[in-house]
């Protein structure tokens, strides 16, 4: 019915003033009418990545009109957002939580892909470009952690950075890069601002925008079967406007609401101002990053540190390494047992973070 | 992707134009290849739309130009290259078609306006085709139109229009409401000052007084001594009480264990307090008098 | 016969001798002792025995010396365990470091080794001095300005010995069981009183002065209780010495004296406390029981003396009224008002109405007083709790902090006034910590408001995404409908 509204054409001519100025049926038709495998079962989490991208994007410019990015002024106006300025709380809290799902939902779509095979021919460069948006996102997350400049922010970055300077070979000069000097200061906070509301938002963005022309144009991924290499894939379809659409902005509306409610019941709270001359007791970095703080307290530093970084190269260029062109689980049991236990490994030591 | 229907073979250069064919309350819209004008078939009881567009697309007919008649191919002459042209239906609510069973077939209204009437062509014999062919669809007439009930939408569909506008409108409501409210500046605070809170003209606190002001949620003293205006954190150091001026003697009191602070320095002079208050930056104008305390 | 006759004379004589020596000691004891048991707060009694004057101190023990040479040392380490263990202890001294030698306190010759010369009493070797000489011994040196100036020290330590109870006990009744110098800086060893690891360190000062009073055995001749350093340890100020180690708080010296330590009198208690509470003795000052001749409540009536605790409003009234008996407040053999301080021993009796009876015209201002500081108080502890509890969920509350610290600056005034006995002024204090206190309060009630508020509208809110979830499941099921049928699948080719 929608599409029945949009593609009647106004009587008088040959379409409304906006088709008749854009031309842009033809590109909706081109985008909205394709069809994707009755079997797809994405769960909606990749699609829920973007909204809350989306969210972030907007929150995060709202934000940016009253936010000052100086040690002297980040803390008061931050303060002065939570309770002088109209539902400054409701965005604040909002962009702090979206800002926790949103690597969750993109850590649950890499699973996602993972599990069902998805990664496979034809998509391997959308999982490439898949891993380096998990990458950008926990970036964003790790620069937006510093901007309120209160105890719990600068220690964070404190020790992030210094896990950073001990990376093998590069560590002292990446970290100096990343803070601007030798010591958490004003240039880092210039430097992190600049970053997570300049730099980060445009390579997502464009980087995004690549990742999801890629799923455009190869469809979704059939978990039941692979797609053939020699033509198109066959099976049943269905459409994805307006079946799959409508589904997937049901999910949005209820992240929505799960957002209101932890924006209400759970506003993002503000420790005591940065003080560089008192450390405070238990300072850790933020939960996503807690998993691989844990493991550096378990082995060696060097370890600690390349593990991880080879871990992740390993991951990115997986489609590589799992060549068959098995799609079930249960023909993968191997590559799914070794994963969901490294998976297992990660859930632990964050729990343990959490508990010290 | 386009995907040709089975059996077409492709010889040459292939323009491929897409006529995009739709049931709207018992007749068939189409927009035909050069523009958005819908081109009108009238169908009869008989006619199965379905069956009635195989049949144009199947049929290659010359089609000059909008509203003459349909067909299904047409030589064509684009940029230089000559070319056939396959041109062909899709159904984006195919489904629908299914269920014209429960949709009355009629005679269809002949269109909401007459510039979108379909010059009628006498139409050449259909080919050959399977026992579903029928008599021949009568097609668009320009004819005198006869009188048929304007088109309604079922009651059904319009409740569902109605629901996807309220969903779209109050979701609209609900987002852009709190952030119009965001954007407008907050009355109180010190949010857009610039870090800058005015604490009085020089009026207020004559030379050897001194006054203690709110500065957003601190409290701090400022006093006009002969070195200047000197502003400190009001919140004594020992446990937390507000100071205040003690003109009589010339220094900072605190009014709870009597702890003393020099008032060109913060420093502590005697009692309890462990340390100095902390100096807050204070700024003079020099037109109007007023004072400036700087935050942070 | 005569024999005899002059035995009885010579016995006679020693006789007479004795009683005259004996009468001499029971005067001197009983007049000029410090009585035995003091119980300060004893209405100052017209009589206070004068302090025997202590002897001039003694000329510093004059030795052969050649400058460089300390023979003893060298001897005395080699000796045995017990005396290397002394020369050493001499050896790391502020005396040892500081080229005060050993014949500097005990005589002698340091320049030779030979036993004989070097200790010979004919030229002034003095060996252990006893008890009583080794005050003299210490302040020969310690008295003399001349001496002390190069080190910055006091010379006043032996004048103002002779006028402690050690001292006069010493002087007055050769009791050679009180504290002398040694006994508290050590005799070898002597520390600088800044080393936290002296005994005379002010943190370490209370376990010192236990050594002695707390030992009942040893205190039992004299009277005096032994409690005193268990019950400092859990007062504040012993709290605050002991755990805090802060050295501003108060040890036995402070208030008794370290070289003249006596127990203050009721006279002198409001200057002894008032030396660091200055504010609140100025108020006393002020009060109706500053200027009471008999019978005038002190620091230590209400507040203790070992035992001072954290003052609370519960110090107005007993919880049930007491017992009123005549002697309560009257002296019957001379028919005064008067007030021991034995009375108030026990901390539930430090109370106004211990002395201030209900029915009295007193009373009501009393009450008043109360009344106005627990009104105070109560809206105070309010505001408090509810500021937690708008923190606890998550509000910004540090607006309705400030409020709140400037309550309590108005509370901890209205409190302190308390000491004036001046009702306006009291009342006035505390109504004005009253009103801060409550706007502190209503700040943070609009911040549990405005998170009420803030919960209905999630409510409202998530109400309409449902319906909106709702309306799209509705659509999707009817195009689902609509479909049925049809297969799906490609279209119709």
Redesign the interface.
Known sequence: MTAEIEQRPAPEGQGGWIEKRTGARELMAALLHVRIPVEARTLYFGGIALFLFGIQAATGTLLALYYKPTPDAAYNSIVSIMSDVSFGWLIRSIHHWAANLMILFVVFHLLRVFYQAAFKYPRELTWIIGVGLLGLTMVFGFTGYLLPWDQRAYWATVVGTDIAGAVPFIGDQLLLLLRGGTDVTEATLSRFFGIHVLVLPIALAGILVIHLTLVHQLGLANPKRPDPRDGPPQGATKPFFPDYILDEVIAWYLLLAILVVLASLFPAGLDDPADPLVTPEGTKPEWYFLGVYEFLKLVPRTIGILLPIVGLLLLTVWPFLERSPEVLMRRRIFVVVVATAILVFGIALTVVGFRS | MIRTPGGWDVESALQAEVLVVWLDDGRLEMIGPCGAAPWLIELGPANHPVAVVDRIVRDGRDVHAPGHGLGASRPGDRDGICTGSVSFGTFPRHRVCATLTRIPRGRSSPGRSQESRVEQEPRPAPSGDSASQAPAPAIATPAPVTPAPAPRPTTRRRFLRYLLGFSVVSTMALVLAPVIAFLVPPKTGSAGTGGKVSAGTLADIPLGQGKVVPMGSKPTIVLNTEQGVKAYSAICTHLGCIVLYDGANGTIACPCHDGRFNPLTGAVVSGPPPAPLPTVEASVDETTGEIFLMEG | MAGLRRDRRIGLRVAAGLLGVGLLLVVAGTTFAEDPSPSPGVSPSPSIPPTVPGPAAPRPIAHPTDGSSNQCYDCHAAVNERQKAIADAWQGSVHGTGGVTCADCHGGDPRSDRMGIAMDREIGFIGTPSREQTVGVCGSCHSDPERMRAYKLPTDQYSKYWTSVHGQQLLTASDTRVAICIDCHGSHDIKKASDPTAAVYPPNVPALCAGCHADAELMEPYGIPTDQYDVYQRSVHGEALLVNADV?APSCTSCHGSHDAKPPRSTEVVEVCGKCH??TQELYLESRHSELEQAAPKCWTCHGTHDVSQPSEALFFHPEPPQYLCTTCHDLENQTLRIELDQFADPADRRCDTCHHPESDIYAQVEAIAGSLSEAETAYADAETRIAEAADI???V??A??AL??A??SL??AQ?AVHTTKLTLISETAGEATTKAESASDLAQAKLDESVF??S??VI??A??????V??????R??ER????????????
């Open positions: 501003r200055t504010a998550g509000m910004i540090s607006d902090d400030v610290s400037e309590n600056t901890i005034q302190a803030r919960r509208a999630m809110v998530v309409l995404i449902v319906l909106n979830v309306a799209l499941y509705a659509v999707k009817y195009l609509t479909s049925r049928g049809s297969g799906g699948g490609a279209p119709p080719a």
